[in-house]
């Protein structure tokens, strides 16, 4: 977030009076920041527990050996370790799959994958 500045040829510039002291303003904004990242981080640790499916977008930036990295069903970035999990093409194979167990593989981008919530971070 950042403070609000005019810009000129805006209806404000040319209508109002900036007269709120600057030292208001950066009060204002530190308490919108402060808000901001309480309700955010109330939100994501709701998440915590819970089960979202994940369209893998690639590797985690920070560590990228061992992370990958999509978006949930709710939009939100997820950072998880990468595991091998059973490789099943189709309902068929899924179908089969209960006489022997299916091959493992390691999820790859654009797979979906079913990803626990361990941890939640406030962005």
Do not use: W
């Not at 609000?4 to 904004?29: C, F, G, M």
């Not at 992370?67 to 099943?88: H, I, Q, W, Y």
């Not at 799959?97 to 941890?119: E, I, R, T, W, Y």
């Amino acid at each position: 977030m950042f403070a609000y500045s005019l810009r000129e040829k805006t209806h404000a510039h040319r209508n109002y009076i900036d007269d709120v002291p600057q030292d208001v303003k950066d009060r204002r904004l530190q308490e919108l920041i402060k808000t901001f990242h309480e309700k955010a981080s109330l939100k994501n640790r709701s998440l915590v527990g819970k089960y979202q499916v994940v369209l893998i977008e690639g590797r985690a930036a920070r560590n990228a050996d061992m992370d990958l990295t999509g978006r949930a069903d709710c939009n939100r970035k997820v950072n998880f370790e990468a595991v091998a999990v059973p490789f099943v093409l189709d309902s068929a194979q899924l179908a089969a799959s209960s006489v022997q167990p299916a091959p493992l593989a390691l999820p790859q981008k654009g797979d979906v994958v079913l990803v626990c919530f361990n941890f939640a971070s406030l962005n």
